[in-house]
C-alpha cells in the first residue's frame, strides 16, 4: 500500500493521456472519440484496489459508478471526474503521448480532466483503505460522461436519483478549495427589421439598431444585478456578447440581425427570470415599433453552486492541505462544474484538483507535475483521515 509512491500519479496520467476520449459531441475522428477506453481502464484500477464496479448503466447515463465499502456506510464520500475531453483539432502538442517537458506534462486531458483523475487514484492506490471500511465509510468513485458538452452525463446522473453523503467534484482548481461557482447562462436573439434603400432609413427598420437597444438594455439588467446582489465571493454577473452577424450590405437598411451571448449568473439568480426579462425586452420593442420581430433560444443553462466553507467536507479538505504543508485556500469560481448539477444529489460539495483551469481547452494543455504530485499527497491524506473526520463531526 504505502510503498506506492505519488510519482505513480505522472505514469497514471501518461496512461490516461493515451487514451483518447473526446468527446463525442465534438467534430474530431470517430476513432478518438467516447469514453470506453478510459471508462475501461479507471475499472480494471479500481477492481484491483477491491472496488466493486457497477457497469455503465443507460439508468445511470452511462456513468461509471465504483464502491468500496458497504452500500449502507455510516458515510459515502464520493469522487467525482469527468472523463471526455474536448477535441483536438488546432492543437499545438502531440496530444496523446503524454510528453514531460519543463516540469510539465502535456497533452490533452492533462490538467482537465485526467490530472486529478491520475492524483485520486494514486492517492487511492497508496492509501490504507481498510481502516475506512472498519470505520463504516464508503468510497466511491463517479466517472462521469459528457461533461464538455453541457454535463450530459451529470444530469442523467442526477435524474436517475443519484444521492451520496459528500462529494468532491475533480476539477483543476489550483488546489485551491472551491465551494461556489457561477452558472451559465446561454442565449441566442434574433432580430427581424425590414430593409430599406440606405439613402432613406426612415423607410425601413434596422436589426442592428434594435440589436444594440437590446445589448444597451441587458447591459443594464446585469448591472443592476451586480448591484443587487452582491457576492464577494463569486463577484459580479458577467455578459459577453461573444457573436453578433447582422445586415446584408452597407447600402441596405439591416433586415436581420444575431447575437449569441454567454451570461454567468450568481447563485441568487434564477434563469427563468432572466428569460422572461429578455422576452419582456423584445415585446417592449415589437409594442414600440423598434423591430417586426424577436426570438430567444436558450442554447445551454447550468446551475450554479452555492456550498460553504465552513461545512465538514471543506474543513477537512482544507485541513489535509495543511497537514501536507500546502497553502489551504476557499475561493469561487467564475467557471461551472458538475458541481452544478449534483450538489442537490449530496449532503456536502467541494470541487477541487490539481491543475489551472487556465490550461485547459488549450492548444498546449499541460499539468505542472508538482501540482499533480501535491494534489496526490493532499487526496491520500484527506482519505486517510476519513475515519477520524467522521469520529470528530460526532462529537
Ligand atoms: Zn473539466
Known amino acids: 500500500m504505502s510503498a506506492v509512491t505519488p510519482e505513480r500519479a505522472i505514469a497514471l496520467l501518461q496512461d490516461l493521456i493515451a487514451l483518447p476520449s473526446v468527446n463525442p459531441r465534438f467534430s474530431d475522428p470517430d476513432d478518438l472519440k467516447g469514453e470506453g477506453r478510459v471508462a475501461a481502464f479507471l475499472a480494471e484500477r479500481l477492481s484491483d484496489l477491491d472496488f466493486v464496479v ?12 465504483a464502491r468500496f465499502g458497504e452500500e449502507g456506510a455510516a458515510l459515502k464520500m464520493s469522487f467525482e471526474a469527468h472523463l471526455d475531453t474536448v477535441g483536438v483539432s488546432g492543437m499545438e502538442i502531440e496530444p496523446f503521448r503524454a510528453e ?102 426612415e423607410a425601413g427598420l434596422s436589426a442592428i439598431d434594435g440589436m444594440l437597444d437590446l445589448i444597451t438594455a441587458m447591459r443594464q439588467h446585469t448591472s443592476r444585478a451586480a448591484r443587487l446582489l452582491e457576492d464577494s465571493v463569486l463577484g459580479p454577473p458577467t455578459l459577453n456578447i461573444g457573436v453578433i452577424r447582422g445586415g446584408d450590405a452597407l447600402n441596405v437598411v439591416a433586415p436581420l440581425c444575431t447575437i449569441e451571448a454567454d451570461r454567468r449568473t450568481l447563485p441568487a439568480e434564477d434563469m427563468g427570470e432572466l428569460e422572461r426579462e429578455i422576452l419582456d425586452l423584445l415585446a417592449e420593442m415589437k409594442q414600440a415599433g423598434k423591430i417586426r420581430a424577436g426570438r430567444l433560444e436558450i442554447i445551454r443553462r447550468r446551475p450554479a453552486f452555492q456550498g460553504r466553507p465552513d461545512v465538514r467536507l471543506s474543513r477537512a479538505l482544507l485541513d489535509a492541505c495543511r497537514r501536507t504543508g500546502h497553502p489551504a485556500r476557499t475561493v469561487g469560481a467564475a467557471w461551472y462544474s458538475d458541481a452544478g448539477v449534483l450538489a442537490p444529489c449530496a449532503g456536502q460539495t467541494v470541487v477541487f484538483g490539481p491543475g489551472s483551469i487556465s490550461d485547459a481547452h488549450t492548444a498546449r494543455e499541460s499539468i505542472a507535475v508538482e501540482q499533480l504530485l501535491a494534489g496526490t499527497v493532499i487526496l491520500r491524506r484527506f482519505i486517510e483521515d476519513l475515519p477520524r473526520t467522521l469520529r470528530s463531526a460526532e462529537c
Not at 169 to 196: C, I, M, N, S
Request: net charge negative.
Open 100 to 201: 514531460i517537458r519543463d516540469g510539465r506534462i502535456f497533452g490533452r486531458g492533462a490538467c482537465d480532466c485526467k490530472g486529478p483523475l491520475a492524483s485520486l487514484l494514486a492517492a487511492l492506490e497508496a492509501a490504507d483503505l481498510r481502516p475506512l471500511r472498519d470505520a463504516g465509510i464508503a468510497i466511491e468513485v463517479v466517472g462521469a460522461v459528457r461533461e464538455e458538452s453541457g454535463n450530459e452525463g451529470a444530469e442523467e446522473l442526477a435524474r436517475s436519483g443519484y444521492r451520496t453523503d459528500w462529494l468532491m467534484v475533480l476539477e483543476p482548481t489550483g488546489l485551491d478549495v472551491v465551494h461556489a461557482h457561477k452558472g451559465a447562462f446561454w442565449f441566442r436573439v434574433e432580430l427581424r427589421g425590414q430593409a430599406a434603400h440606405g439613402s432613406a432609413p
Open 54 to 65: 457497477q457497469p455503465p448503466t443507460a439508468a445511470a447515463g452511462g456513468n461509471l459508478i
